[in-house]
């Protein structure tokens, strides 16, 4: 069994990185901070005589031989970035619970047949740089590489740079390699294990999401002077399109879901209309063939309330991620680890998209879910107990044990 | 009369100082360019004998001795500052036709009985620092010298700084002096004089104008996993809020306004619900008791959809401008001047605030208006054509010269 304090207490050294007044997370992808993060992590994974590898993406894997390692390893993680006003668990419990399994053994002596490694992806929030999960797109050929390092943040800075700057930019293949299983623990980010009181979720498959830029042109003008019915003002459309992907929300209730994370005014002054708003939009559904109808509706709904209001649009497709079921065999592994360990546990599809989405296309993948607080997720208050934390981490570490030693 | 065509060549030249790509002007309040663009003045002032004073606010007033200059002066003057995306004729116009006024009587050896002076007014548009017409409003007593020079922009830097940085700090008391009569001429920013085919509009007065920034806080939570039916998302509320406010203008149509600036998402990270949205509200009216009915009705308007949606919000007043009535002997000479001069004209009330709002306060004013292309404004491709500008100075010499005699 793993040390539940000592994986507790690891995890609240980490969150000081980028430690928020508020409690939570500042964290995000390539940073000073994650750099910070990163180095803590590696540290501590070199303590116990693992080797690190990071790849053109700055994807780092840390080593732990096995008896033979000729034979593909199994693998854990999952990411160090957080959101801008992330909290202390999303990602990083993944990563090190996997430090946690391999300090197990370790401690324990324990020298499995095949290899372990843990995990780090990059920029899997999405928050600096869109799309979410780049790292693990790219090693696994979603995306090309040169796509990846040319992605921007808001301030015009390419995750090449950002690489570079904090000294991550790796040499190795950003490609897959052989791996027997990767399996990744994550917290739920939702509230059904919460509402069942069960500490396990084993997750089949990941639902479908996209995200959207959606471009709004119109005229500029002066707030006071220029009747209502001559304008071609932005916000008219904005606000009949962000209520009518409500309503669409509502058509597909309970499983469908529609976010508008941010947006923003050009020129931005208080007393001219806007020639131009530029809305995100998530979509998302677990059901493949109604995130498609969705997202023919969307594309309806955009263009009639701009054509109602004489206004031009563009949606820019930012990221398309198709629903995911996950490797039958891991899920498996999964659910026999659970039922061993005697947790009650659900069976689930995951709201969130993971590392695991890209992994499961190209290894054997699947995922565990613990509850967190109220479902509460990207939230400085993101919370999760002791208890379940250190559940997780002994169902992987069953997992993981049995299909290391196959 | 005045000389169109030094005018036209006049406003051209000061239209390079900030201009764009688009044939605009982007010269906002105590920038480099709003530095570069006063010494250009300044300098063609003074090569007709003008002295120059500069206020505590910034406020500058480049003065022509008259015959007894222990009387009053009678002064003209707007303002030299652009919105970002800003035209070439909107404040610029009324400052340019004051020395052109000042250019044709110096030429003619034409020295009135009274001193002239052309005022620029600092940070008009409100654009860049908020509120607007803050140098005139400083200048009238509406707003404290502290409050005025404590403005911040989107980047928090004050006035005072901004103004220290280009060196137009002044010392003179920024308070009410004793003067004859005030006028303003500028390009109506509205579709009334042109779709009349008049060139001249005598103003009588200034619609009322509010503005606000609407604050709504929800629950940043993860855009995935969270249903619908448990978010607290501020999108919900100001989606309805715009849409309700929209129809609240068509209600009391064709004069009322409402307009939407600026919008801000916090984190603003695309896969969480926003903290919080705010939302910069700007409403008028020409009628007050209407404009107070507005106002109380956006106040319900936002608590009935926060309350609706489960959200917490905070409308802060940003500015509160009256409906304004210009003083009646000023509007007759300028009626008279038009009238001596042939031009067409109509009396008609400004949708847009101008420094005459505040000067009104406290010393006779009156504005006039020429045609603007399309009623375009705020927008790089605000025109005027050189007919239309000539006019107005035409009538503005007419009017100043009079009063400056009498
Ligand atoms: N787990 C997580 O927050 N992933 C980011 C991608 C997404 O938006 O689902
Ligand atoms: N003329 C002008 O653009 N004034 C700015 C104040 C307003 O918004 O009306």
């Known amino acids: ?79 160090l970035d957080t959101q801008p006003t992330g ?55 979603e995306f090309d590489l040169e796509y990846g390092l040319s992605r921007t943040d808001k301030q015009g800075v390419s995750i090449k740079e950002a690489l ?21 623990l994550h917290i739920e980010q939702g509230p059904i294990l919460e509402s069942l009181e069960k500490p396990i979720g084993v997750v089949k498959g990941v639902q479908g999401m996209r995200w959207y830029d959606l471009i709004i042109d119109g005229q500029p003008v002066h707030a006071g002077p220029t009747p209502m019915e001559q304008r071609r003002d932005p916000f008219m459309a904005q606000s009949a399109i962000v209520t009518e992907l409500y309503a669409l929300a509502a058509e597909y209730s309970p499983l ?42 969307f594309r309806e709904i955009a263009k009639n309330a701009c054509e109602k209001f004489n206004l031009d649009f563009e949606i820019k497709d930012e990221w398309n991620s198709p629903a995911v079921e996950f490797d039958k065999t891991c899920v498996d592994a999964m659910r026999e680890s659970v039922q061993e360990k005697g947790y009650a546990f659900e069976e689930m599809f995951s709201g969130a998209g993971h590392d695991s989405v890209y992994t499961s296309r190209v290894i054997p993948t699947s995922m565990i879910f613990i509850p967190c607080e109220k479902g509460i997720s990207h939230n400085e208050a993101e919370n999760a ?11 992987l570490l069953g997992a993981m044990l049995k299909v290391a030693n196959s």
């Open 256 to 297: 469908a879901r529609a976010t508008f994370g941010d947006i923003k005014a050009e020129p931005g002054s208080r007393n001219t209309v806007p020639a131009r708003i530029t809305l995100a939009v998530d979509l998302r559904h677990p059901d493949q063939t109604i995130l498609d109808e969705m997202d023919a509706k």
């Open 164 to 184: 570079e700057k904090i000294g991550f930019l790796g040499d190795e293949p950003c490609k897959p390699f052989p791996v027997k299983a990767a399996f990744e």
């Open 385 to 395: 107990t002791p208890e379940d934390i250190e559940a997780g981490c002994n169902v």
């Open 1 to 79: 069994a793993i040390n539940g304090e000592r994986l507790w207490s690891t995890l609240m050294e980490m969150a000081q990185i980028g430690g928020t007044a508020k409690g939570g997370c500042n964290r995000q992808a390539l940073t000073d901070e994650d750099k910070i993060g990163r180095e803590l992590f590696i540290g501590w994974c070199k303590d116990i005589g693992c080797t690190l590898r990071v790849d053109q993406m700055g994807n780092m894997f840390l080593r732990m031989a096995g008896q033979d390692n000729s034979l593909a390893p199994v693998i854990t993680g999952s990411h």
């Open 87 to 141: 909290g202390k668990f999303d990602g990083v419990y993944g990563v090190l619970a996997g430090l946690e399994v391999l300090r197990t053994l370790h401690d324990a002596g324990i020298t499995p047949l095949r290899p372990i490694e843990v995990a780090v992806w990059t920029n899997e929030e999405g928050a600096r740089f869109s799309p979410a999960m780049v790292g693990s797109g790219v090693w696994c050929g």
